[in-house]
């Protein structure tokens, strides 16, 4: 059963939308009992996917007057689990299912330094908190890392705002991000906040511990829908309960175990508290794609245990097994649950 977070239900009504980069939509709600959003802050919102109500988060971006307009920013993914495909189909006018504010992000105000860092759609839960650190007069860094110009959703108006205080890499103007040189400039005392891929964030994290930086100083937020290898279909099998599953390259592990009648424990389904941890009895095929966290990285090597909300097996080696109609056979995982 999943934990609640507190959640308080109610509904928003869309009132605006536009597009803010390419295959990125932002979206303006009006909540029915209207709270603000600290910064790092998130929503839990219903989507319809496949007929049927599923949860899905996402990071508020701004909060205006007090919380009675939330704006939130939307990625298409290319492989979508449903939910961003589903938020890409909203009208003005259109009403929703929503939490009120959530917050398992927050920024710390008051220390010595900050950089903030976002990866691509990592910006939407670091936005916020560049406004306050700029109204506050905090000695900040603005770090904004994407592949193109085009895909960078509120970049104009980060310039505008920040000026000299962000730094922008662009992997297609040959300005990508050096991880090291960045981590490597870190003064302590300084605090970091980061939000982006899952291979960003394992470059800072063991930047950070190899420099021996304080670890309480690092501070993240992720999302789920990136890995080192590219999502294939693959099969999950639970022999003490007789039950095999199909997990398809848009679905979670968990989504396909509770969708097989399975009673799993999850709570924030993006791969950092471990509630959704599954025992590893069987690996056909030729790695787990850790796309969590929460493990250390010698956990992940072991692949003894995986957090089924995000990370998944696949068959290939190189992870380019991206066709769900490939003859290749598919990965085959064996698992326990508690």
């Given at each position: 059963?999943?934990?609640?977070?507190?959640?308080v239900?109610?509904?928003?009504?869309?009132?605006?939308?536009?597009?803010?980069?390419?295959?990125?939509?932002?979206i303006?709600?009006?909540?029915?009992?209207?709270k603000?959003?600290?910064?790092?802050?998130?929503?839990?919102?219903?989507?319809?996917?496949?007929?049927?109500?599923?949860?899905?988060?996402?990071?508020?971006?701004?909060?205006?007057?007090?919380?009675?307009?939330?704006?939130?920013?939307?990625?298409?993914?290319?492989v979508?689990?449903?939910?961003?495909?589903?938020?890409h189909?909203?009208?003005?006018?259109?009403?929703?299912?929503?939490t009120?504010?959530?917050?398992?992000?927050?920024?710390?105000?008051?220390?010595?330094?900050?950089?903030?860092?976002?990866?691509g759609?990592?910006?939407?839960?670091?936005?916020?908190?560049?406004?306050v650190?700029?109204?506050?007069?905090?000695?900040?860094?603005?770090?904004?890392?994407?592949?193109?110009?085009?895909?960078m959703?509120?970049?104009?108006?980060?310039?505008?705002?920040?000026?000299a205080?962000?730094?922008?890499?662009?992997?297609?103007?040959g300005?990508?991000?050096?991880?090291?040189?960045?981590v490597?400039?870190?003064?302590?005392?300084?605090?970091?906040?980061?939000?982006g891929?899952?291979?960003?964030?394992?470059?800072?994290?063991?930047?950070?511990?190899e420099?021996?930086?304080?670890?309480?100083?690092?501070?993240?937020?992720?999302?789920?829908?990136?890995?080192?290898?590219?999502?294939?279909?693959?099969?999950?099998?639970?022999?003490?309960?007789?039950?095999?599953?199909?997990?398809?390259?848009?679905?979670s592990?968990?989504?396909?175990?509770?969708d097989?009648?399975?009673?799993?424990?999850?709570?924030?389904?993006?791969?950092?508290?471990?509630?959704?941890?599954?025992?590893?009895?069987?690996l056909?095929?030729?790695?787990?794609d850790?796309?969590?966290?929460?493990?250390?990285?010698?956990?992940?090597?072991?692949?003894?245990?995986?957090?089924?909300?995000?990370?998944?097996?696949?068959?290939?080696?190189?992870?380019?097994?991206t066709?769900?109609?490939?003859?290749?056979?598919p990965?085959?995982?064996?698992?326990?649950?508690?």
């Amino acid at each position: 059963m999943a934990a609640t977070n507190n959640e308080v239900w109610q509904s928003a009504t869309v009132v605006a939308i536009s597009d803010v980069a390419v295959g990125i939509r932002r979206i303006e709600l009006e909540p029915s009992a209207p709270k603000h959003a600290e910064p790092g802050s998130h929503i839990d919102l219903l989507a319809t996917i496949d007929g049927g109500q599923e949860k899905r988060s996402y990071s508020i971006v701004e909060s205006k007057d007090l919380g009675k307009t939330l704006v939130i920013s939307v990625f298409k993914a290319p492989v979508s689990r449903g939910g961003s495909v589903y938020m890409h189909t909203l009208k003005p006018g259109d009403t929703l299912r929503i939490t009120q504010p959530l917050q398992n992000f927050p920024l710390r105000v008051g220390a010595e330094r900050y950089v903030l860092l976002a990866g691509g759609i990592g910006i939407t839960a670091i936005m916020n908190m560049a406004a306050v650190l700029r109204n506050v007069k905090a000695d900040y860094t603005l770090v904004y890392a994407g592949r193109t110009r085009a895909a960078m959703a509120y970049l104009q108006d980060l310039q505008k705002i920040h000026g000299a205080r962000l730094q922008v890499h662009v992997d297609d103007e040959g300005s990508s991000l050096d991880v090291n040189a960045l981590v490597g400039g870190i003064d302590p005392g300084t605090e970091l906040y980061m939000c982006g891929p899952i291979r960003l964030m394992d470059a800072v994290r063991r930047s950070w511990t190899e420099r021996e930086l304080v670890l309480p100083d690092l501070r993240y937020e992720t999302f789920g829908n990136s890995g080192w290898y590219d999502p294939e279909e693959f099969l999950v099998r639970i022999p003490r309960l007789g039950i095999e599953a199909k997990v398809g390259q848009g679905r979670s592990m968990l989504e396909a175990l509770e969708d097989a009648g399975v009673d799993m424990m999850f709570d924030c389904r993006k791969g950092e508290c471990g509630l959704c941890e599954v025992r590893i009895l069987n690996l056909d095929g030729a790695a787990v794609d850790h796309r969590d966290v929460f493990y250390s990285e010698r956990q992940q090597h072991a692949a003894e245990k995986m957090c089924c909300c995000v990370s998944r097996a696949v068959s290939s080696p190189t992870g380019s097994r991206t066709d769900a109609n490939s003859s290749a056979t598919p990965a085959v995982v064996t698992i326990d649950v508690s």
